[in-house]
């Protein structure tokens, strides 16, 4: 029966409609986005896909580079000269502050293809990263769906069965009168009291089965919050865009 109810919430989880998205599902769904560390793991292989198709394409642009230099001279080279009968002139053959300044641009101009197939190589790296992002979304947006209506399903089966135990409460009592006016027997109230027991055992089995969706639940939203929605509606369900 189990299996049957994963399957049914499974399918359930994959309807998906143009109506009005469901709120507070939608909340969970996009909190699960933000929170899942595997698809914070491949966000950050998109980022680094990314980057490596800038680093590629950076092939084609020019490559720059410069260098400066400064040296200082002292004592320098001179020479005195007469410039007439009374007059003597010192020549420096270089300065004492000394600058050097060198620019170079390589620019590619044929590369055989090598640019190019790193760029192809670069873009089709990132576009399987998105795809898996993308796919990965897809499967924890439907896993958060499984959970919600898990929930839902399971607390309305909680509160069944504590009608269905009130039920055989109530039918219990009037056996036990019965039996003391000696319209029933004895295996009458052993057969209810052993329904009682099988419903309440169903119901500590809901009990431990909703407890573990709410641990799932917190595993991939980072929430402890149970769902205020009360309906099964699939109509209004839809998983949201995963941009």
């Known amino acids: 029966m189990k299996r049957i109810l994963i399957l049914v919430f499974t399918l359930a989880a994959m309807i998906q409609v143009k109506a009005q998205v ?8 996009i909190r699960s986005f933000s929170y899942y560390p ?43 000269i007469p410039v007439s009968a009374t007059e003597l002139k010192t020549l420096q053959f270089q300065p004492h502050n000394n600058y050097n300044f060198n620019v170079g641009l ?15 190589k670069a873009k089709s790296d990132l576009l399987v990263t ?7 979304k897809l499967q924890l947006a439907s896993q958060v769906t499984g959970i919600y209506y898990s929930m839902i399903y399971l607390k309305k089966a909680i509160a ?27 295996v009458d109230l052993s057969n209810v009291d052993n329904s009682i027991d099988q419903e309440r055992n169903r119901k500590v089995d ?38």
Do not use: C
């Not at 101009?109 to 790193?118: C, L, S």
């Open 106 to 120: 390589n620019q590619v101009i044929w590369d055989f293809g090598k640019t190019k197939a790193q760029v192809d």
């Open 160 to 186: 069944l069965q504590d009608t269905v135990i009130g039920f055989y409460e109530k039918n219990k009592k009037i056996i036990e009168g019965k039996i003391r006016q000696g319209d029933a027997l004895q």
């Open 206 to 243: 809901f009990q431990r089965q909703y407890e573990r969706q709410i641990a799932l639940m917190n595993f991939t939203t980072g929430l402890s919050e149970i769902p205020t929605n009360t309906e099964f509606d699939f109509k209004s369900a839809g998983v949201p865009e995963l941009n």
């Open 38 to 80: 595997k698809i914070q793991e491949l966000n950050k292989n998109s980022e680094i896909s990314e980057i490596r198709v800038s680093v590629a394409e950076s092939n084609y642009l020019p490559n720059i580079n410069g260098t400066a230099s400064y040296n200082y001279i002292n004592p320098l080279s001179q020479a005195t």
């Open 130 to 136: 998105k795809q898996n992002t993308e796919s990965a």
């Open 22 to 29: 469901n709120p507070e599902l939608n909340h969970w769904i």
